[in-house]
T-cell receptor, first 113, second 114 residues
C-alpha cells in the first residue's frame, strides 16, 4: 500500500526565514510526485510534478526536489502570502493503467510579517 | 477559461436526505475523482472514473454513489447511508495514460448535516 508522510504538520516562520517541508513516500514504483498548495476553504492548486530522483523544479520562492525516498519543498525568503497548507501526493505504476494519487495529510505553513 | 466547477459551494443536508454534488470540467480530461477532506485526515478517495459509463470505488465509497454519463460531468450523491457526511468534498480531473500528470481540483463543496 502506498504511503505518504508529510512533516512537520505545522510550521510557523518569520517573513524572510527560509525553511523546508518534507514528504516521505513508500510506493511500489514511483510514477510521479506532486506538490499542491491549498488555501483555507478552497481546492488544492497544482504546483509541481517530479518524476525521477535528482529532478528539481522551481516557481518563484518555491523549489521542489526529489530523492528515491522523499521530496522537499524549499521555501526561500517566504512572504505572508505563502501561508497555506502544502500537500504532497504520489502515483505508482499500477497495473491496468490506473494511476490514482495518494495524498499526505499536508503541512500547514504560517508566515508572520 | 478551462477548469473544474463544483456546485454548490455550501450545502446543508437533513438527516435521512440524499443530496447530490455537481462537478463539471471543460479540460477534456478523461479521469475524474471525488475526494473527501476532514481536518487532520488529508484527502481520501471516494470514487474515480477513467471513462464514460465506468467508475471504481475508492477507499471510502460506502454511503456514496456516482455516475459518469458524460465526459464532462461526474456528480456525487451522498446518500442517507453515509452516517457522517459533514466534510469538505473535492472533485478533481486529470489526463490518464501517462500516470504522471497532476490533478486539477475544483473549489470544493462544504456539506453540513443539520
Amino acid at each position: 500500500e502506498d504511503q505518504v508522510t508529510q512533516s512537520p504538520e505545522a510550521l510557523r516562520l518569520q517573513e524572510g526565514e527560509s525553511s523546508s517541508l518534507n514528504c516521505s513516500y513508500t510506493v511500489s514504483g514511483l510514477r510521479g510526485l506532486f506538490w499542491y498548495r491549498q488555501d483555507p476553504g478552497k481546492g488544492p492548486e497544482f504546483l509541481f510534478t517530479l518524476y525521477s530522483a535528482g529532478e528539481e523544479k522551481e516557481k518563484e520562492r518555491l523549489k521542489a526536489t526529489l530523492t528515491k525516498k522523499e521530496s522537499f519543498l524549499h521555501i526561500t525568503a517566504p512572504k505572508p502570502e505563502d501561508s497555506a497548507t502544502y500537500l504532497c501526493a504520489v502515483t505508482n505504476r499500477a497495473s491496468g493503467g490506473s494511476y490514482i494519487p495518494t495524498f499526505g495529510r499536508g503541512t500547514s505553513l504560517i508566515v508572520h510579517p | 477559461d478551462g477548469g473544474i466547477t463544483q456546485s454548490p459551494k455550501y450545502l446543508f443536508r437533513k438527516e435521512g436526505q440524499n443530496v447530490t454534488l455537481s462537478c463539471e470540467q471543460n479540460l477534456n480530461h478523461d479521469a475524474m475523482y471525488w475526494y473527501r477532506q476532514d481536518p487532520g485526515q488529508g484527502l481520501r478517495l471516494i470514487y474515480y472514473s477513467q471513462i464514460v459509463n465506468d467508475f471504481q470505488k475508492g477507499d471510502i465509497a460506502e454511503g456514496y454513489s456516482v455516475s459518469r454519463e458524460k465526459k464532462e460531468s461526474f456528480p456525487l450523491t451522498v446518500t442517507s447511508a453515509q452516517k457522517n457526511p459533514t466534510a469538505f468534498y473535492l472533485c478533481a480531473s486529470s489526463i490518464i495514460g501517462t500516470g504522471g500528470s497532476g490533478a486539477f481540483f475544483g473549489q470544493g463543496t462544504r456539506l453540513t448535516v443539520v
